[in-house]
């Protein structure tokens, strides 16, 4: 089907969202949308259902769509009038037109998106609703895929999580009988060195124990050149996400510098004031495959090199229990103004050793946890490619 080009305008009609005061916006049950997502609550409708914003000012250009009512926040721009198009179609059709690139990238001034402009725009357009409806469904149908598997991604997160407090903080890992230690009647014995009851017969060790060798961060070159490598690079803004992370190239001597199934990633740099230093990552084959195949962290990181591959997984647990509770403000320091983990000084504090049997179990589970987080990524890397091959400013046959 050949695609005819019309004034955004004719395709549907924006209107500036509604003042709403941040008072007003917890009480109801109508959806209060903001320039880049639900900022809260109200008990009147202003805008259509279902409703779709354009972010006008602070998230220009971010386009959402809500199956529910909704109030339109006046940081958005709402399409008042679909003009008998497919609203799940102008959803897709408006995102992919990438409103936020066009008016953002190169402004000097606070941007904001002026409708009338908008409304100008000539574009290439689908007007046969029975195409809009195959080409939406087919794009609605990968974002619940991918919806789905990151659900089922922070659900396997969650249950690492809470297998590793469920045994090595609560201390109810399966005893010689199947049952939970301590509570069990496991005794406890005080130790001085650590601070807290452990197990009877469990030693303590420091944190750097668990460790084999430190590699270096490199940010490496922007562009290759001779002797270099092509490597992605983790930095602390990649650390959650471990995904489609900056390509950039190091010097073929620093090989030694590449990471490895089972290294930990930690930031030594940045932070803000209600976020430490020190966030963590685990690096597995599958971080390491889909990302181009060879990772390094950036100069702002470290990493780590397990003695025993099978410490990895709960060597990042005990990492990230002691972040989420703010252990890590403890070990901050400042240069320039730049806060700066003391990462020497935290691993030589004390902790237990758990027994070999006990943390290579805990490393069978959890590795496979990882493996499955890792697939469901791919999967959605996958799916999220195949969505933007269908070009929908393109013909849909």
């Known amino acids: ?31 209060v949308a903001g320039s880049n997502g ?8 202003r805008g259509n259902h279902p409703c779709i914003t354009v972010g006008r000012s602070g998230s220009v250009g971010k386009v959402h769509y809500y199956e529910q009512p909704t109030w339109a926040h006046n940081t958005a721009l709402f399409v008042k009038d679909f003009k008998g198009n497919n609203p799940q179609y102008l959803y897709y059709f408006l995102k992919n037109l990438h409103l936020d690139e066009m008016f953002v990238k190169g402004s000097s001034v606070v941007p904001s998106l002026d409708r009338k402009v908008v409304h100008s725009l000539v574009v290439p357009f689908h007007k046969e609703v029975v195409c809009q409806k195959r080409i939406a469904l087919v794009l609605s149908n990968i974002d619940r895929k991918i919806e789905l598997n990151r659900a ?23 005893n010689e009988n199947g049952k939970p230690y301590k509570s069990s009647g496991g005794k406890m014995v005080w130790n001085k060195k650590i601070k807290r009851e452990i197990p009877e017969g469990w030693k303590e060790v420091t944190l750097n124990a668990f460790i084999d060798k430190n590699k270096a961060g490199d940010w490496g070159y922007d562009i290759p050149k001779d002797g270099t490598i092509k490597v992605g690079c983790v930095r602390g803004a990649d650390i959650i996400k471990l995904n489609d992370v900056p390509t950039r190239y190091i010097t073929s001597k620093h090989s030694d510098r590449l990471l490895e199934d089972g290294d930990i990633v930690i930031e030594i740099s940045g932070g803000s004031p209600v976020q430490a230093t020190g966030r963590v990552a685990l690096i597995t084959n599958g971080v390491i495959g889909r990302n181009g195949g060879a990772l390094v962290c950036s100069n702002f990181c470290q990493s780590f090199n397990m003695k025993k591959r099978e410490f990895s997984e709960y060597f990042y647990y005990l990492w990230q229990n002691l972040y989420d509770n703010g252990n890590m403000f403890n070990f901050e320091g400042k240069t320039s103004g730049i806060k700066n983990f003391q990462t020497d000084v935290f691993l030589a504090n004390h902790w237990f050793e758990v027994p070999k049997q006990l943390i290579e179990t805990f ?18 890397n996958n799916l999220t490619k195949q969505g933007h091959s269908l070009n929908i400013t393109k013909s849909a046959n």
């Open 1 to 31: 089907m050949e695609l005819k080009r019309y004034k955004l305008g004719e395709i549907l009609e924006l209107q500036r969202g509604y003042d709403l005061p941040s008072s007003q916006q917890k009480a109801g049950n109508v959806l």
């Open 152 to 174: 089922i991604n922070q659900n396997l997160e969650a249950m690492a999580k809470l297998l590793y407090d469920y045994w090595f903080v609560q201390f109810d890992f399966p």
């Open 363 to 380: 490393h069978t589970i959890v590795a496979q946890y990882h493996l499955m987080i890792d697939q469901n990524i791919i999967e959605n």
């Open 38 to 45: 639900i900022i809260g609550y109200h008990n009147e409708i």
